[in-house]
């Protein structure tokens, strides 16, 4: 969970990254990926999109928030448990991470 509010960044339009690292065994997971953004009085999922092992870039547009505080909410779902890890990246400034040894929801 990584808590931010808009002008302490940059820009308001973010590409994010997804990926499983480069692992033979990793190369036929497949997880789906799902961005939340929480404001404080509504939660809605901004992307969601299956992850694979191959880079996958998509857009995410966070201009209706300047100004306010918000939280952003990474989550993974895997229907195996995890073999390698999953990062997504939201700028070079913010990284969301999860690792093998977090568990994932089936």
């Known amino acids: 969970l990584q808590s ?3 002008p ?30 929480d404001d404080g ?8 999109q299956i992850a694979t092992a191959e880079l996958t870039p998509f857009a995410l547009d966070l201009s209706d928030l300047r100004g306010r505080d918000f939280s952003l909410l990474y989550e993974v ?9 999953a990062v997504l990246w939201v700028n070079p400034r913010i990284e969301f991470s999860l690792d093998s040894t977090q568990a994932a929801r089936n």
């Open 77 to 85: 779902e895997s229907a195996e448990p995890l073999k390698c890890g």
């Open 8 to 37: 302490d960044l940059p820009d308001y339009r973010f590409t994010l990254r997804s990926a499983l690292q480069a692992q033979p065994e990793c190369a036929q997971q497949q997880l789906k990926a799902r961005l939340v953004v």
């Open 41 to 48: 009085q509504t939660q809605r999922i901004a992307i969601e």
């Open 4 to 6: 931010l509010r808009l």
